[in-house]
């Protein structure tokens, strides 16, 4: 049996010392400086990371979207940076996002893959529209009576235009397949530059969009019986004063017919056709010829001319007004009465 001493020392042990428990402690807090400073080290270096990181964001945000009210600074510029982040989401940027690719996929299905088509098929309409009008003249003797006039229509091919038609359909086909964001972000920037050369303030819409542009217009005359080419008329700068007029007669009324829309309607919808000192250079052959023209496409014609210069167009006609005018410059129309000889 010990005394309380004993016991007392026991209990202690080896290395229970002061000395013992003061190294203990030395080695915990040396592990725990060391622990603390690899954490430490290892937060700035995280820091370092993310800061590079919000900085190449920032730098990307910038050259997508430049404003020189922003720098590319974490430090100075994160606020102004958070508060654009809250104006895009409180306006929608996802929403905005998505009516971008659905308007994508809407511009693909509908106005490029239909503009292609829609420049050939307005081609077609304007042959078409131009069918019924040389059928009219088709029974219109045009010099003579052996003789007809008809319109001719020639495409003008463009090397331009050609390359514009295969881009288009090369994008179409682009947009068609794109299902990614990425492969939409690819092929738009090519959608963006093909909308740009068609806009009406482009260069390029004139011989590109617009189809009259895309035809040449000519007048062919024909033989009467077999149909065989014997002039074609480009220009008229060379014919006489009648035979200018018997050929703007015919173009004219023509293109009324055609402007109108109802080429294929035995009467236009509109007949009168005012002519202002019309016919006035010609001989009282090409005169007949040309109002002829005129009647046979369908139209009625009022006629003014000067008094000394209508005697080619008076045979030819089935009224006849004389328009006086008095003293204070009042206008009326008097009608000249033929009288039995």
């Not at 809250?86 to 490029?112: I, P």
């Not at 514009?164 to 920037?189: H, I, K, S």
């Not at 530059?193 to 969009?209: E, Y």
Request: proline letters at 5%; zero cysteines.
């Amino acid at each position: 049996m010990t005394d309380g001493r004993d016991a007392g020392e026991g209990a202690e042990g080896p290395g229970s010392d002061p000395e013992s428990r003061l190294a203990g402690f030395d080695a915990a807090v040396e592990l725990a400086s060391r622990i603390l400073e690899e954490d430490r080290d290892a937060a700035g270096a995280t820091l370092s990371e993310q800061r590079a990181l919000l900085r190449r964001t920032m730098e990307s945000f910038l050259d997508n979207w430049p404003n020189p009210s922003l720098r590319a600074d974490p430090d100075s510029s994160l606020k102004d940076f958070e508060r654009l982040l809250d104006d895009l989401e409180s306006s929608g940027l996802h929403t905005l996002e998505a009516e971008w690719k659905q308007s994508l996929l809407t511009l693909s299905g509908n106005d490029l893959t239909n503009l292609d088509s829609t420049l050939g098929r307005a081609l077609r309409e304007i042959r078409e529209r131009i069918e019924p009008v040389n059928r009219i003249m088709a029974d219109l003797p045009f010099y003579d009576d052996d003789h007809r006039l008809q319109i001719t229509l020639r495409e003008n091919r463009s090397e331009v235009r050609r390359r514009f038609r295969r881009e288009l359909r090369e994008v179409r086909g682009l947009v068609g397949d794109a299902r990614t964001d990425g492969d939409r972000e690819q092929v738009y920037p090519r959608v963006a530059r093909l909308i740009n050369r068609i806009r009406r303030s482009s260069p390029d819409f004139a011989d590109l969009v617009d189809v009259r542009n895309h035809v040449r217009v000519s007048a062919e005359k024909t033989d009467a019986v077999t149909g065989e080419h014997v002039a074609l008329y480009d220009h008229i700068g060379e014919k006489s004063g009648g035979e200018s007029q018997e050929l703007i007669a015919f173009i004219v009324g023509a293109a009324l017919r055609y402007q109108l829309g109802d080429a294929d309607a035995p009467r236009p919808r509109y007949a009168p056709v005012f002519l202002d000192e019309a016919l006035i250079k010609a001989d009282a052959h090409f005169t007949r010829r040309a109002i002829g023209a005129w009647r046979g496409l369908g139209f009625q014609l009022v006629i003014g001319a000067p008094v000394d210069k209508y005697s080619a167009i008076e045979p030819h006609i089935d009224a006849e007004y004389d328009i006086l005018k008095d003293a204070s410059g009042r206008s009326w129309a008097k009608p000249k009465v033929g009288l039995p000889g």
